[in-house]
């Protein structure tokens, strides 16, 4: 059983176009997270959600806009699509928020690449 | 603010040698949690190890060992007689008491030669 999976593994497509990449976890976590990794292999969080709130928002340009249907899953839509968003996105989970020795959980990653 | 370096951004060894992965990180929190992951070339992230910031006791898991110092914030990783399998990138990473947010470091990337 795949404990957090997203979709698409791979995405290509062109610039200014929209996209979305889902993800699921069926660990029963309340928390979801989403990564960006470029190209030097630096992980930055991007977005987290518990319970379907958004707890945290980084500065990411508001292309990006998060969306949690329900605590097992949180999607990531991408408008007008650049160049540098080229990367690979990783979806994460962990139990509680509150409680922050949890571990996180990651996905297989997604690798969005821009033309 | 919350910072986690690891100054070897690559190292290589040959087969069977033992390695020592750097980690060092800044936190004005008494309370905080230090992380391990192993990155391989298939890119998924693998959780090695946890540690809260009471525990300074190092820890060993058959080949790897992870040694934990307050005194110079660092939480560095030793992998013993390396092997292939071990090629990979791996990170530390720091979380707060609450929020469970993590601050990644940069990466290590290792390389085993055989």
């Known amino acids: 059983d795949t404990a957090v999976s997203q979709t698409p593994k791979y995405l290509v497509t062109q610039m200014g176009n929209d996209k979305s990449i889902k993800c699921e976890q069926n660990l029963g976590h309340d928390t979801m997270y989403w990564y960006k990794q470029d190209s030097k292999k630096f992980l930055k969080i991007m977005f987290s959600?518990?319970?379907?709130?958004?707890?945290i928002n980084e500065t990411v340009p508001n292309r990006f806009s998060p969306k949690s249907p329900d605590k097992a899953h949180l999607n990531l839509h991408i408008n007008s699509l650049e160049l540098g968003d080229s990367a690979v996105y990783f979806c994460?989970?962990?139990?509680?928020?509150?409680?922050?020795?949890?571990?996180?959980?990651f996905g297989p990653g997604t690798r969005l690449t821009v033309l | 603010a919350q910072k986690v370096t690891q100054a070897q951004t690559e190292i290589s060894v040959v087969e069977k040698e033992d390695v020592t992965l750097d980690c060092v990180y800044e936190t004005r929190d008494t309370t905080y949690y230090l992380f391990w992951y192993k990155q391989p070339p298939s890119g998924e992230l693998v959780f090695l190890i946890r540690r809260n910031s009471f525990d300074e006791q190092n820890e060993i898991s058959g080949r790897y060992s992870w040694n934990f110092q307050k005194s110079t914030s660092s939480f560095n990783f030793t992998i013993t007689a390396s092997q292939v399998v071990d090629s990979a990138v791996y990170f530390c990473a720091l979380s707060r008491y609450t929020g469970n947010q993590f601050y990644f470091g940069t990466g290590t990337s290792l390389t085993v030669i055989p």
């Open positions: 959600y518990n319970n379907k709130e958004l707890i």
């Open positions: 994460a989970s962990s139990q509680r928020l509150a409680e922050s020795y949890n571990e996180q959980f």
